[in-house]
């Protein structure tokens, strides 16, 4: 757990069974989100000011209806946003409610962010632009302040809908992070603030929450859901709930381990249609900070087998619980190799506000700074990488659907290197990234992944080059910066690279054979360990 909308036209064959015809996995699939924080991102006014990260800080709908334009302009075309509902009011020890995950009012929304018409007028705008709208939500618990004294003195009567304390599972705090009994029946994080831990196996609980999300989505024309703190109830409990709420939801399941993460996601139960991805979050990390590429390539590899549909998992390397990436290595080269790997890769890209402009906070609070200290650049080198890698994404989805229908094949996971190919041969997109840095040094590698004398463009530099009689191509390495390659005539008809120039070896490069691997430091086991977002 973390204190932390559909265009008529949709219409794809559903990859969760028993889900009802609206933006499905198939249709989210297709898509890139931008994940938002409603307090942090924009003020009504549009203006400025300082605030502490434990505080609230005027964030609103209506301010994020006044800068979708900025969102767009990236090539997203769906955001997540924090929840809606109407949360605690007190100050606690550990700050304020301004991330909308201490719920107390499920029958309202909350008017530190805007009125219904505000939510109404920003699903509005996000579906004349043919834009989703993902909404967080909250089923683990409701809260109140804390006086730290246990067990907490909870007055169950201020809850909507659930008014009683019947409604929930008496006190006892998650210790037990590998015993499913204990970190789905207990309260988590018993400080500042008491979450009230819902009963959500109660049958009278489940009338309750299907009513209320059928209502929140219909009402607010609602495309998907991520449910926070998924892992933290019980797993008959989310399927029921998914089902309906008629759209596509991401579970949070906070884990690195592949089998915990995927029996959420198989053929024997189907609890979630899909997750952030966190299997592919922690390997990235430690290639980029010291370790490599292999354990990432292995990890990937069990979670195809184990996993029903990875396709339906979103990529991130940054969200609101997690130290932003620039916290650990501030190098600009690593983080446009990271926003490389979320866009080009498997599965949903989720870009977590802030990301495009190198933001560096650490620990929670300070992974929330207020997007507009950055005066919204879109300018910054991260913004317009992403906006490049969205068209290109895009326009691979229009040259062919398979693109999203099929996994990528890994072509190298060494030390300093992963590259895959993804999409059908003749239109092959193909990217590498690398943890060279910006100190990297410069060197040559041959690269498959296409066809013999296949004329190839590399959209970030704009350099073409053409594939030997094995389909590779060289690529020309340096600076530690990502490459992606597509071919030429796929690009006829865009705005990707419309001049280009011949690729060619950079001053004093040396050479790195195709798939050359040394011995990595492979990252420990992550266990399904809970950090509670304030």
């Not at 006892?172 to 018993?190: I, R």
């Not at 906070?254 to 922690?282: E, H, I, W």
């Not at 390539?297 to 997690?322: K, P, W, Y």
Request: negative net charge; aromatic residues 10%; hydrophobic residues 35%.
């Amino acid at each position: 757990m973390r204190s932390s909308l559909l265009t008529g036209a949709v219409a794809a064959a559903l990859s969760f069974s028993g889900y009802a015809a609206a933006a499905d996995a198939e249709a989210w699939k297709s898509r890139s989100i931008y994940q938002v924080m409603i307090d942090r991102f924009a003020r009504t006014d549009g203006g400025s000011v300082d605030c502490k990260l434990y505080e609230f800080c005027g964030g609103t709908w209506k301010g994020l209806t006044n800068k979708l334009d900025y969102i767009q302009g990236m090539g997203f075309d769906a955001i997540q946003i924090s929840p809606v509902i109407k949360n605690m009011d007190e100050d606690t020890s550990v700050g304020e409610p301004y991330h909308g995950y201490w719920s107390q009012d499920l029958t309202t929304v909350n008017p530190k962010f805007g009125t219904k018409e505000d939510l109404k007028n920003l699903v509005d705008e996000l579906h004349k632009r043919d834009m989703f709208l993902m909404v967080d939500v909250v089923v683990n618990h409701m809260a109140q302040k804390f006086d730290n004294i246990v067990p907490p003195k909870v007055d169950y009567s201020k809850f909507k809908p659930f008014n009683d304390q019947k409604y929930f599972h008496s006190y006892c705090n998650v210790t037990e992070w590998e015993n499913s009994t204990n970190y789905q029946n207990c309260w988590l994080y018993p400080f500042g603030v008491a979450l009230a831990d819902i009963k959500t196996e109660s049958p009278d609980v489940v009338t309750l929450f299907t009513k209320w999300i059928k209502d929140l989505v219909s009402t607010y024309s609602i495309d998907g859901l991520r449910i926070d703190a998924a892992k933290h109830v019980n797993d008959e409990f989310l399927p029921k709930f998914v089902e309906a709420s008629g759209v596509f939801a991401f579970g949070e399941v906070l884990t690195g381990v592949t089998a915990d993460m995927c029996r959420y996601q198989n053929k024997s139960k189907n609890l979630l249609p899909g997750m952030p991805n966190y299997l592919d979050f922690y390997p990235l990390n430690a290639a980029f900070n010291g370790g490599d590429f292999e354990r990432l390539g292995e990890i990937r590899a069990q979670a195809v087998d184990s996993c029903n549909d990875t396709l339906a998992l979103g990529t991130f390397i940054e969200n609101h619980d997690m130290p932003r990436f620039a916290s650990q290595n501030d190098d600009l080269a690593l983080a446009k190799n990271a926003m490389t790997y979320v866009i080009m890769n498997d599965g949903i890209p989720t870009v977590y506000q802030g990301q495009e402009q190198h933001f560096k906070g650490g620990e929670t609070p300070s992974n929330r700074e207020p997007l507009w200290t950055s005066n919204y650049n879109t300018t910054a080198p991260l913004y317009v990488l992403a906006s490049t890698l969205n068209k290109v994404r895009k326009n691979a989805i229009k040259q062919s659907p398979d693109y999203i229908k099929k996994t990528s094949d890994v072509l190298i996971a060494d030390t300093n290197h992963f590259c895959q190919s993804k999409g059908p041969a003749e239109n092959a997109v193909v990217f590498c990234i690398t943890n060279k840095s910006s100190q990297g040094d410069s060197y040559e590698m041959a690269v498959g992944g296409f066809r013999d004398s296949d004329e190839v463009v590399e959209v970030i530099s704009c350099s073409s080059s053409t594939a030997d009689g094995l389909g590779q191509i060289t690529a020309y390495m340096g600076a530690g910066e990502p490459k992606v390659w597509v071919k030429k005539s796929a690009l006829e008809g865009t705005d990707i690279c419309p001049k280009t120039t011949v690729d060619g070896p950079k001053e004093n490069s040396g050479v790195v054979a195709k798939g050359a691997a040394s011995a990595g430091i492979l990252m420990a086991a992550v266990l399904g360990t809970a950090s509670l977002l304030l």
